[in-house]
């Protein structure tokens, strides 16, 4: 019997959408590597599937999400 990978054990880690406090799209990726600001979910989620390359590596958070790009500096 195969053994399942949970999403925290694989190699892909998961990058967040939410929106901030202003009400924009917000992906932040892990460690702050990626993400950035969007007009709508739709895009937000286009550009999270795209840059990570796996759709289930991504999650909506349901607190306001502000982008901090220094966390991966």
């Known amino acids: 019997m195969g053994q399942a990978k949970s999403i925290h054990s694989s190699r892909h880690a998961m990058c967040c959408i939410g929106r901030n406090s202003k009400g ?3 992906v932040q ?25 796996h759709p289930y590596a ?15 500096a």
């Open 58 to 72: 991504a999650v909506m958070v349901p607190y306001p999400l502000e982008l901090n790009m220094t966390a991966g």
């Open 29 to 53: 990726g892990p460690q702050g590597k990626y993400g950035g600001l969007f007009v709508n979910r739709a895009a937000a989620l286009k550009f999270a599937m795209f840059e990570d390359g």
């Open 24 to 26: 924009h799209w917000v």
